[in-house]
């Protein structure tokens, strides 16, 4: 079992930037692929970025590359997603999903989630 944690949502202004933070408990958190998603009011919830259990390989969704960047500390069991050059359409609660296998895309690939951060970019 592992629970999850968001922290770092906000308000900011398009162009700027924020970090979000997933806290994991548990002892295994390496073992775990991690990843963020997001959802915005009445869209289906979407893959933002993933890394796996070691940090050695990690995936964009198209819209955000170049811009985010996941990362994660195994020592403290926290993945982050820094968020540059935000604008007003990555507006949405983010979510943060843990996995002992590595899919991704795939929302139904996780199996662990946490109960997300609100992130709104104004223009």
């Known amino acids: 079992q592992v629970q999850l944690v968001e922290s770092g949502g906000g308000l900011v202004q398009a162009g700027g930037s924020l970090r979000l933070n997933c806290a994991a408990s548990?002892?295994?958190?390496?073992?775990?692929?991690m990843g963020w998603f997001r959802q915005a009011p009445g869209k289906e919830r979407g893959f933002v970025a993933a890394i796996s259990g070691s940090g050695s390989s990690t995936n964009y969704a198209d819209s955000v590359k170049g811009r985010f960047t996941i990362s994660r500390d195994n020592a403290k069991n926290t993945v982050y997603l820094q968020m540059n050059s935000l604008k007003p359409e990555d507006t949405a609660v983010y979510y943060c999903?843990?996995?002992?296998?590595?899919?991704?895309?795939?929302?139904?690939?996780?199996?662990?989630w946490g109960q997300g951060t609100q992130v709104t970019v104004s223009s």
């Open positions: 999903a843990a996995n002992l296998e590595y899919s991704p895309r795939l929302v139904r690939g996780y199996a662990y």
């Open positions: 548990g002892r295994t958190f390496s073992s775990y692929a």
